[in-house]
């Protein structure tokens, strides 16, 4: 007779297509939290998951994380979802993260298909937005109690859900509802995991120990009461997209070099111990390539590469707000110009000295230009940086998990994209916070034709049901 693990990996294998059903359902509401046009969009989202975890029998309760101030007009926040599936106090708990709402996507954006049509191409990859970056992971907890229920199996841990709106947008409300129920709803949990990334190249599992914190920032320029025809006044007004470009400009070198002064006092020296964990990694600069598209690397090994994703700050520039940018050549001067860039920073740096460093900096620059338009500078919103203890007995419930299920030890890696509730599970719960990821290095989530390989999914459906028995085996040091 098959172990109840067997029979489950059995299960998940068999039952693939109502799993990418359930995604495809998933995919088609557009749960863009970065817009508002889109919230109402956020709560069916939500909606859609507390159906589903009630139709499996989940007691289901929800927290308001009140309204959003979005420029001055106030949208509610939607609700963190809370469901619990067994209280066995003979069982250990294990807390589950997500999230529900996604990046922006629009076809006209280089999309082949519409990013909220679920589509299977011929390599069998699922795209679509959020298909790998949350919802394909979320439903894969959700499939792997489903899966238990149809086989009339128990799950070997009691199960809690936190699955929350608005990561994708600073994650607002969620921290104080964390430490709120840290001793409340939270308070019998043992271990936490989060599946909300990605594997470094596209062939070996990984689970992963560290992530960056992201700081962001709005960067305003306004002079003129309204846009303006720059046949009339260029040259001889002070034009704000003129001025936010030369400000832009001086925050990072086309080598990824931040010019900030003072930012890269607080980066910590990586030890000769942790070069040695960058050597047997699955990663090859070609994956690289692959992911990207071309062949655009700054650092030429491997190692660098990697260091500079994980252990090192970097700063983007992602957009400029009330810029011309429709096809055509229109000849303006824009009055308002709001440039938006973040910062991924790391061990030991401070979310709050990073913003007096980029304010007192940016406030310097501005002033070098003799402009007379105005300037601000705001940081919208900051989360620090988490590294756990990859030795912890989660971490080996999730190395056996993938053993098992892959045939091959995970990587052991960290990422420099940023979880900022990870740290805060982490301080509130006093808990080891696992990630453990579905998709691949080369899903291009927030980007377009963002997809989720099915072996992926189907597979790490497998895999999160079987860590959760790797996890009622372990044995806590
Ligand atoms: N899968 C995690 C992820 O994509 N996180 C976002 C979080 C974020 C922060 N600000 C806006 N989004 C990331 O960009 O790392
Ligand atoms: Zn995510
Ligand atoms: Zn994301």
Redesign the pocket.
Known sequence: MSSPVDTFIEYAEKNQEAYIDRLRKAVAIPSVSGDPAYRKEVFRMGEFLIDELKALGASVETRDPGVQDFHGTPLPLPPIVLATIGTDPAKKTVLVYG?YD??PALKEDGWNTDPFELVEDEKHRLIGRGSS??KGPVLGWINVVEAHKELGLELPVNLKFCLEGM??SGSEGLDDIIFNEADKYFKDVDVVSIS?NYWLGTTKPCVTYGLRGVSYFHLTVKGPKADLHSGVFGATIHEPMTDLFAVMSKLVTPKGKILIPGIYDNVLAVSAEEEKTYDDLSFTMQELHDAVGNEINIHDSVKDTLQHRWRFPSLSLHGVEGAFYNPGDKTVIPARVVGKFSIRTVPDMEPKQITELVEKYVNEEFAKLGSKNTMSISCTHAGNHWVASPNHWNYVAASNAVEKVFGVKPDLTREG?SIPVTLSFQDALKKNVLLLPMGRGDDG??STNEKLDRSNYVSGIKLLGTYLYEVAEAKPE
Request: charge should be negative; proline fraction near 0%.
């Open positions: 999230h996604v990046q970056d949350d990561e994708e909300d994209g989530a927030h």
